[in-house]
């Protein structure tokens, strides 16, 4: 799947820090955007095959040499919360919000200096730290690990149900074996799907077994296909799943792998900017990876190119 993308080139080559290369390195150079490459050649592209293995995966610590090489959607206005965009329109951040609002490119292109990414990278660092005086509802583990926000404006005491995963993928299930798990102020709901008054069970807690085959257990129902997943990353989050499988059982059946249970509850909790968006993240990362480096940020669209110059 093509996707576009920003990249910084590492400095592991320019710094000393990389395995010995199969030219001499008097013969090696870089490209503008900071890529290694034989002097005598335009483009790390025209490389030997020698070169292209080396800096793929035997050069550094760095997969293709770069320091970072994320996905990005390019021109970012459409956050998950438009409390996003109102704080990035205020005083202070006239810099990140031209990096953000900067459009990306289908062939190789800088998109922006280092000098350019070390002013954004200041505001963004201001940004992240912004209070935001958004509330929700969140669901936590006891080891403090946090869903995203439920409640994308923020909670405003509504009691309403809301839907965070349903099984209904085989038209062929009887629909007495179709149910939806949603939240209720701060309970869990479990549901026959699309029937509001047809409900099988309340609780303030929910219990995840982790198996080979997750599963989670509340008010006496299994339901299977499970839905809350851990995230990645220093701060950790639950991906909701739409794919949920209403099954009656027992608490304790009969198995033979050992159950590893998480019980998550729902809580309030401010969200900070971090919290909003991911992609606020994203774009921290590259800035940083640019400023860090001297090298500057890359766009590309990997159905057009490598990344590299042509």
Not at 63 to 91: F, N, T
């Amino acid at each position: 799947m093509s996707e576009h993308y920003l990249y910084v080139a590492c400095s592991c080559f320019r710094d000393g820090r990389t395995t010995e290369p199969p030219f001499p390195r008097a013969k090696l150079g870089f490209d503008r955007y900071g890529n290694v490459k034989l002097a005598a050649e335009k483009s790390p592209e025209d490389s030997p095959d020698g070169l292209w293995e080396w800096r793929d995966n035997k050069a550094c610590e760095h997969h293709d040499m770069r320091l970072v090489d994320r996905i990005y959607e390019g021109s970012r206005a459409d956050w998950d919360y438009p409390y996003v965009e109102q704080a990035i329109a205020g005083e202070g951040f006239e810099r990140l919000r031209e990096l953000l609002h900067r459009d990306v490119s289908g062939d190789a292109a800088i998109f922006a200096t280092a000098d350019e990414a070390a002013a954004g990278l200041a505001e963004m660092q201001e940004l992240l730290d912004k209070p935001t005086g958004i509330t929700s509802r969140v669901l936590m583990d006891p080891r403090g690990r946090v869903s995203k926000a439920i409640d994308r404006d923020g909670y405003d005491g509504n009691t309403e149900f809301t839907q965070v995963g349903a099984y209904r993928d085989y038209p062929s299930v009887r629909i007495e074996g179709v149910a939806e798990l949603g939240i209720e102020g701060f309970e869990f709901v479990l549901r026959e799907y699309g029937g509001k008054d047809w409900e099988h069970s309340r609780s303030q807690t929910m219990q995840v077994f982790q198996t080979g085959r997750d599963e989670i257990y509340i008010g006496g129902s299994f339901l299977q296909r499970t839905l809350f997943l851990p995230g990645e990353g220093s701060h950790p989050s639950w991906g909701l799943s739409p794919r949920l499988w209403f099954i009656s059982g027992y608490p304790e059946p009969s198995r033979r792998e050992p159950y590893v249970p998480e019980l998550l509850k729902v809580e309030l909790q401010e969200q900070r900017m971090v919290d909003l968006d991911y992609r606020l993240t994203v774009f921290r990362d590259v800035l940083e990876a640019s400023a860090s480096t001297g090298n500057p940020v890359v766009s590309y669209y990997s159905g057009h190119s490598l990344g590299f110059e042509q």
